[in-house]
């Protein structure tokens, strides 16, 4: 369904990217936004027409974000979440009608304030394997609290290290390789 959904990231977005990890690479924790295969791969799990609330961790320049913008119910209500202030300022621009904050740790009380208690599908780009284990669990079972029944949870990461938690946090877990990718990932969809 994804095939011809392209989102082509802008120079200036790539130089924004590399100049953020530079300052910060713990937080960012890559030196390029990720790639249009690993995006499709991230978003094709979701059906569309089915979510009415959805929320980005970890947005950066947005290259799912805009990816999302193209695909969303127009009436589904959208929470990005992006800690580099500079990226979230230009996203609020960009992406008028999404609600943006700004640290995923704060998860349940930002979808508190906006009234969004429980919801259909979290994507992260969050890079968890520089967060400490108290902030991973942390962010992990605020997670879980959010999800609908049903609900979907997608994340990418560098490696396998976040398998063992994932697959004891969900009932299903299936992972996936993205080879076209700086670095390769893994994509995690978990139910
Ligand atoms: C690997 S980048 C991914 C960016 C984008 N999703 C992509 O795939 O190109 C990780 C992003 O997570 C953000 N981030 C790190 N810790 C965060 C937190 N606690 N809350 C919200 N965003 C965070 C960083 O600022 C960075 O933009």
């Known amino acids: ?28 924790g890559s ?30 320049t947005g290259v799912f974000t805009q990816m999302i913008y193209d695909l969303v119910r127009p009436d589904c209500q959208v929470a990005v979440f992006e800690k580099e202030e500079e990226m979230r300022e230009l996203l609020k621009r960009e992406f008028c009608g999404f609600h943006m904050f700004s640290n ?14 429980r919801v259909d599908c979290i994507v992260s780009g969050l890079p968890f394997a520089n967060f400490s284990q108290a902030e991973r669990e942390k962010i992990i079972r605020q997670v879980r609290e959010t999800l609908r ?29 993205v080879p076209w990718n700086i670095p390769p990932a893994f994509v995690y969809t978990c139910k």
Do not use: C
Not at 9 to 17: E, L, P, Q, V
């Open 1 to 28: 369904m994804l095939a011809n959904t392209f989102t082509k990231t802008k120079i200036t977005d790539r130089w924004r990217f590399l100049k953020k990890f530079i300052q910060n690479p713990h937080d960012v």
């Open 31 to 60: 030196i390029v936004p990720s790639s249009n295969r690993l995006t499709q791969k991230m978003l094709e799990p979701i059906p569309w027409n089915h979510v009415h609330t959805l929320v980005e961790l970890g947005a950066g």
């Open 104 to 117: 995923a740790l704060e998860l349940k009380d930002s979808l508190s304030s906006i009234g969004a208690d």
């Open 149 to 177: 029944e049903d609900g979907l949870f997608i994340t990418f990461q560098y490696s396998l290290q976040m398998k063992t938690m994932l697959e004891a946090a969900f009932d299903e877990v299936s992972i996936s390789l």
